[in-house]
């Protein structure tokens, strides 16, 4: 790092989409020591610095039904146009992962200086990136940041992508972003008849097998690896082993924060009820050594 800067106040959580990240995320703004990007920064950059140092305090005292997704409401973000405005397009819907390579000196200034400006208004400002998990890219900017990586089942992400009217999976994997399949996938695709089921679920293990192997390339103690299902299990005792791997402290507002949500665990199995019996033997024919080594029980 030649400017000395101290980059260990940035923390990212990563995930394939329609894993829990969002939760996730709006969980540990709720922190008195966590800054993040709101959607507000997002939608009207030009207002960033002065929503920024604001951020925080307005959310933990916005009420809970003024932040729920599927409405008008003031929360954390992904912040892609702003992302995209401040520091490149390369960073919203890349085609594949994002490595050191991709990491130029120009966008290596702007992509530190946004993270780097905004981490000194708060004690730890934590983002969170979607889809690929581009850590590999950020390490590369970033030293000394880390990595909360959220994981969940595949069958229930598929589930969930399916439902989404945005799944860009609708039109085949020839327009989507992730590039194309390998030739196992494509031609278990094919014999499927095309499911769109099975291209969601293929979709899940093309980006899990990215979040591996990017694994590989963070220094052990920066990548912290959980499960959603555990998340929604337990969440006092997952939630205080994602403080303590953030160095921050646990307390009673952070407490009290976090028992106003409800956490539904049937969510976990929803796609048991929402998908036929043959979508999911075809999710387990081809997931079932990933869901497996994430200590997923398979149906069939």
């Avoid at 399949?181 to 095309?194: I, T, V, Y």
Wanted: aromatic content about 12%; glycine content about 6%.
């Amino acid at each position: 790092m030649s400017d000395g800067a101290d980059n260990s106040r940035c923390s990212f959580i990563i995930g394939t989409g329609r894993s829990g990240s969002s939760l996730l995320q709006e969980l540990i703004s709720r922190h008195a020591f966590v800054g993040f990007v709101s959607n507000a920064e997002d939608r009207f950059p030009r207002l960033s610095s002065l929503l920024s140092p604001l951020n925080s305090g307005l959310y933990r005292a916005t009420p809970k039904t003024l932040t729920r997704k599927g409405r008008l409401r003031f929360a954390p973000s992904e912040g892609y146009r702003i992302l995209a405005k401040e520091v490149s397009p390369i960073l919203v819907e890349p085609f594949r992962d994002l490595t050191a390579d991709d990491l130029t000196p120009w966008i290596e200034a702007r992509f530190r200086m946004f993270f780097e400006r905004r981490s000194r208004r708060s004690e730890l400002l934590v983002h969170k990136f979607t889809g690929w998990p581009r850590s590999g890219f950020i390490h590369a900017a970033m030293p000394d940041a880390r990595f909360v990586h959220l994981v969940r089942d595949g069958r229930a992400v598929a589930n969930s992508l399916v439902q989404m009217p945005w799944w860009s999976g609708f039109s085949g994997p020839s327009a989507w972003r992730w590039g194309t399949l390998d030739p196992a996938d494509a031609d278990a695709w094919e014999a499927s008849g095309r499911s769109f089921v099975l291209l969601a679920g293929l979709e899940w293990k093309l980006l899990i097998e990215a979040h591996e192997a990017a694994r590989a390339e963070i220094p052990p103690g920066q990548w912290f690896e959980i499960r959603y299902e555990d998340l929604i299990a337990d969440p006092k005792e997952v939630l205080g082993l994602v403080l303590d791997f953030l160095d921050l402290p646990w307390n009673f507002a952070f407490e009290r924060a976090l028992n106003r949500y409800t956490f539904d665990s049937t969510r976990s199995t929803a796609y048991l009820k929402d998908l036929s019996t043959r979508n999911v033997k075809q999710l387990e024919d081809v997931l079932g050594p990933h869901l497996r080594r994430f200590g997923y029980e398979l149906q069939s």
